[in-house]
Each structure stands twice: as structure tokens, then as C-alpha cells.
T-cell receptor, first 116, second 113 residues
Framework: SAVISQKPSRDICQRGTSLTIQCQVD?????MFWYRQQPGQSLTLIAT?????????ESGFVIDKFPISRPNLTFSTLTVSNMSPEDSSIYLC?????????????FGPGTRLTVL | AQSVTQLDSHVSVSEGTPVLLRCNYS??????LFWYVQHPNKGLQLLLK??????LVKGINGFEAEFKKSETSFHLTKPSAHMSDAAEYFC???????????FGAGTRLAVHP
């Protein structure tokens, strides 16, 4: 299993500023993911961040807006840049652990972001 | 393309009555399917998973789901609802190559006394 913590748990930010969200895992994992959950919506994958390679972004998400760092196997950051009210969402970090076939995916508690 | 459809956005039941949350999938091959639960202000927790073994899958907290290929369904059930079951439930499949999770829109379960 994996225990994931995120900082901050919530924040209220002004339009035009940036926020960096930290994700810490209690074990070494290769595959790490960042998701967005807009109010009342399901989860949307932003990017996959594997250690040792650049993050892979999904359609509709770009590196300039959501830069990601993955300096080691237990840590990652997601920055939400030049924020607007439309960025108000819960941002979740997720990791996949195990070997062979499908491996279970664990989720952090999320960072609730409100942009004014 | 692979997709997951949760047929009900909201389900309301009385405590002690059965729960049925419906999920249909589309896939060109035998999928891996999951149910996750999200309690308010908490992260997602895996309830159960189907990965081509037994078609009836038992999960935590008394939940179970049955994979029916002929109906392309993976409905989640529980014989008797508890107040603590009130949460958002997501039916999830995984894309080919075990790369990405594909989430349904979610079903909000309300449990009334």
C-alpha cells in the first residue's frame, strides 16, 4: 500500500498568482499522477509524472499552466500558474504500486483550491 | 474508445435497505474494473476490483459487485445501507496497457434514517 500526504490541504488564492502543491509518498513509487476534480465533477487526469522523465500531459493541459516536478521516487509538486477562478478545484496526487498486471492506485486527500 | 457510464448521479436509500449503484462499461476487450468511494473532504478509497478472476467481487464494508459481460455491467451492491455509506462512488476502468484510470461521472449516495 501507499500513504500519500498533500500540502496544503486547502488554499484561497488571488487571480493571477501561482500555487505549488506538494505530494509526499511513504514509499518509493515509479508512477505518479495528478488529477483535477472540479466542483461536483469526476476526476480528470492532468498528467503522469514518472521519475527520471518529463511529465506527460493529457489533452487540454499544458506544462506552462501546470508545471510538474518529480525530483525523486517519493515526492512530486504540481504548480497551478497564473490562476483564474476556473482553476478552483480539488487537486489530487495519486500513485500506483505493485508488480505485474494491474497494480492498485492510491490517492492523496487532495488540495482544495479556491481562486478569487 | 473505452468509457464508463454511471447511470444514476444521485441515489437515496433508507438505512437498512439495499443499495444498488449502476455502472456500464464499454471496452473492446476484457476490462479491469474498480469501485472507489470518496467521503466528504477525504481522498478516494478502493472498495473493490475486478481483474478477470471471479465475476462476483467482494469488497470492503460489505459491498460487492458482479461483472456481467453479456450486459457490460459492473453494478455495486450492498444488502443493508448504513449511515456511514453516504459518499460519492466512482466506477473506474483502466485503459489498455494498464496506463490510465478512466472515471465514471460518479454517483452520490444519500442514506436517510
Amino acid at each position: 500500500s501507499a500513504v500519500i500526504s498533500q500540502k496544503p490541504s486547502r488554499d484561497i488564492c488571488q487571480r493571477g498568482t501561482s500555487l505549488t502543491i506538494q505530494c509526499q509518498v511513504d514509499s518509493q513509487v515509479t508512477m505518479m499522477f495528478w488529477y483535477r476534480q472540479q466542483p461536483g465533477q469526476s476526476l480528470t487526469l492532468i498528467a503522469t509524472a514518472n521519475q527520471g522523465s518529463e511529465a506527460t500531459y493529457e489533452s487540454g493541459f499544458v506544462i506552462d499552466k501546470f508545471p510538474i516536478s518529480r525530483p525523486n521516487l517519493t515526492f512530486s509538486t504540481l504548480t497551478v500558474s497564473n490562476m483564474s477562478p476556473e482553476d478552483s478545484s480539488i487537486y489530487l496526487c495519486s500513485v500506483r504500486v505493485g508488480t505485474g498486471g494491474y497494480n492498485e492506485q492510491f490517492f492523496g486527500p487532495g488540495t482544495r483550491l479556491t481562486v478569487l | 474508445a473505452q468509457s464508463v457510464t454511471q447511470l444514476d448521479s444521485h441515489v437515496s436509500v433508507s438505512e437498512g435497505t439495499p443499495v444498488l449503484l449502476r455502472c456500464n462499461y464499454s471496452s473492446s476487450y476484457s476490462p479491469s474494473l474498480f469501485w472507489y468511494v470518496q467521503h466528504p473532504n477525504k481522498g478516494l478509497q478502493l472498495l473493490l476490483k475486478y481483474t478477470s478472476a471471479a465475476t462476483l467481487v467482494k469488497g470492503i464494508n460489505g459491498f460487492e459487485a458482479e461483472f456481467k459481460k453479456s450486459e457490460t455491467s459492473f453494478h455495486l451492491t450492498k444488502p443493508s445501507a448504513h449511515m456511514s455509506d453516504a459518499a460519492e462512488y466512482f466506477c473506474v476502468s483502466i485503459s489498455g496497457g494498464y496506463n490510465k484510470l478512466i472515471f465514471g461521472a460518479g454517483t452520490r449516495l444519500a442514506v436517510h434514517p
